[in-house]
């Protein structure tokens, strides 16, 4: 009997995603200096989360291959302050043993991609640490440039670190 490879297919996040985000998500808490969250969040949190995004109407997207999730992206509003409801902030997590399979660039160009058809202007990237080059040539990849560095604002596993500002536009320039 032959096996046969899973697909993977990118779609909507659900709640029921939630347990498997929470996983994926903690490595990076518990382990990097890529987010600044100290304590990894439940899932029960991350749906909150999920739902706030939903309502803002900003999508979340997972690569799932069969009922597994490999990664995610999720973007939502930049500021809560009413001139800045056309700017989304922006989230990508893969899975650790599905790194290098070209999913974290095809989950930024559908989260691109979507965005833009929901009517987003821009999106911004906050890229945290000093040891997130992959983020780095990833987002530059996918259209986004530098638009400063904010230096030593955050202090996680005893050290300050750096975070560095990206910007795209979605409104036609490539």
């Not at 700017?87 to 660039?105: F, K, N, P």
């Not at 160009?109 to 979507?114: A, G, H, Q, S, V």
Request: hydrophobic residues 40%; glycine residues 8%; aromatic residues 8%.
């Amino acid at each position: 009997m032959s096996h046969r490879a899973e697909t993977i297919v990118l779609r909507a996040a659900r709640l029921s995603d939630m347990e498997q985000i929470a996983r994926i998500y903690a490595h990076y808490v518990s382990h990097t200096t890529v987010t600044f969250e100290t304590e990894p969040p439940s899932a029960d949190e991350l749906a909150r989360r999920y739902r706030e995004i939903r309502a803002a109407g900003a999508p979340y997207l997972v690569a799932a291959e069969g009922e597994t999730i490999l990664g995610y992206a999720c973007a939502a509003p930049f500021k809560t302050r009413a001139a800045y409801r056309h700017t989304l902030e922006h989230s990508i997590y893969l899975d650790r043993g599905a790194a290098g399979r070209g999913l974290g660039r095809m989950l930024l160009e559908k989260l691109i991609e979507t965005c833009t058809l929901l009517g987003f202007a821009e999106m911004l990237a906050t890229v945290a640490g000093d040891d997130n080059h992959a983020s780095l040539a990833l987002h530059a990849r996918c259209g986004f440039v530098s638009v400063g560095v904010l230096k030593r604002v955050g202090f996680k596993h005893d050290r300050w670190l750096d975070v560095t500002l990206l910007q795209r536009s979605l409104r036609g320039e490539s």
